[in-house]
């Protein structure tokens, strides 16, 4: 598979295209510097730079400081694991979101409905 597959699939774990293709490109490489990630990956350099914070964060790259700076993936796995955890904790968090807004509606919509009308007669 080319890094361009890899990263299609990983863009349903919840990655843009790019941030896929670096993470993939980093997995392969191993220990690299960021201008052989952007090489392999296809991603400007500048972008690699400006993606990295988010994937640090979500536990998919490690940032080696020095000259030139270096980047090392987690082991895919691993990765592919902290993104599904993401994606349960923001799944999760939706659910909660519509439960409130559903108990919220009934509530306001029972004061929308319109009241049955009494028959005639029964005054």
């Known amino acids: 598979m080319s890094v361009e597959e890899y990263a299609e699939i990983l863009s349903d774990f919840g990655l843009t295209r790019n941030e896929a293709k670096v993470y993939v490109a980093t997995a392969k490489l191993g220990l690299a ?30 940032k080696i400081l020095g000259k030139p700076v270096k980047v090392r993936a987690t082991p895919v796995e691993d ?17 909660s979101q519509l439960l409130a807004k559903k108990s919220e509606f009934l509530k306001n919509f029972e004061a929308y409905q319109v009241k049955p009308m009494e028959r005639e007669g029964d005054h």
């Open 79 to 95: 990765g592919l694991s902290f993104l599904i955890k993401q994606q349960e904790e923001l799944a999760s968090m939706r659910l």
């Open 33 to 62: 510097s960021v201008s052989r990630v952007s090489k392999a990956s296809g991603v400007r350099r500048e972008d690699v730079y400006r993606m990295l914070p988010k994937l640090q964060k979500l536990g998919l790259i490690e």
